[in-house]
């Protein structure tokens, strides 16, 4: 009973190919983060929903595309990856309100080749 | 804009001992949130504390706790009676109360603990 699962947990593509990553909570959380963990392990916000709802895009490039189907699912798309993409990215999740706590998952590492 | 520091790359802690890993922010928000989060090698994001800038108390969860300075926006973590399993990088991360919700990490503090 995974509180905030990604799949998949590792991901080893080749430049130019277009691939998805899934995140599911079942924790009956409102609002959901795309957050990506460089080689020197910073993590920086990508995206964000609310119900359904973009509410985040930082400066990303178009290349990634989020979609939120429902509450319970985010997942992230990427068209044509670049070896700069190569990272671990985090879903995560909270019920906004006052202390809404944000959950990981257990990250996808990406590696483009 | 909101900006964390975490000017300790790596500590180093003896089991049993006590260790504190600094982290400073700069906002002009009166009202946010801090947290601590854990990152072991399984690299699990992991809560481990969270302060209300609202609250002057300073949160606690078993051995974990924080020093939290409003003043001079500081916001130190903690830990007593360090074991093995605490080897991890240590986050530190900032929330305002908008909408958006984002948080913003510092860039990460390595924990060894020394048997």
């Known amino acids: 009973d995974t509180a905030v699962s990604q799949t998949p947990k590792y991901l080893v593509t080749q430049m130019g190919n277009d691939k998805s990553i899934k995140c599911e909570q079942n924790l009956g959380h409102d609002t959901m983060y795309w957050y990506k963990q460089d080689s020197k392990k910073f993590l920086k916000i990508m995206f964000s929903?609310?119900?359904?709802?973009?509410?985040i895009n930082e400066t990303v490039p178009n290349r990634f595309s989020p979609k939120s189907p429902d509450k319970a699912h985010l997942n992230l798309h990427i068209n044509s990856l670049e070896l700069g993409d190569s990272a671990v990215y985090f879903c995560a999740s909270s019920q906004s309100g006052r202390t809404d706590t944000q959950y990981f998952g257990p990250g996808t590492r990406l590696t483009v080749l | 804009a909101q900006t964390v520091t975490q000017s300790q790359p790596e500590m180093s802690v003896q089991e049993a001992e006590t260790v504190t890993l600094s982290c400073t922010y700069d906002t002009s928000e009166s009202d946010y949130y801090l947290f601590w989060y854990k990152q072991p090698p399984s690299r699990q994001m992991i809560l481990v504390i969270r302060q209300e800038a609202y609250k002057q108390q300073n949160a606690t969860e078993n051995r974990f706790s924080v020093n939290f300075q409003k003043a001079a926006k500081s916001f130190s973590l903690k830990i007593s009676d360090s074991q093995l399993g605490d080897a991890a990088m240590y986050f530190c991360?900032?929330?305002?109360?908008?909408?958006?919700?984002?948080?913003?990490f510092g860039q990460g503090t390595t924990l060894q603990v020394k048997p």
């Open positions: 929903y609310n119900n359904k709802e973009l509410i």
């Open positions: 991360a900032y929330r305002d109360r908008s909408n958006t919700g984002k948080l913003i």
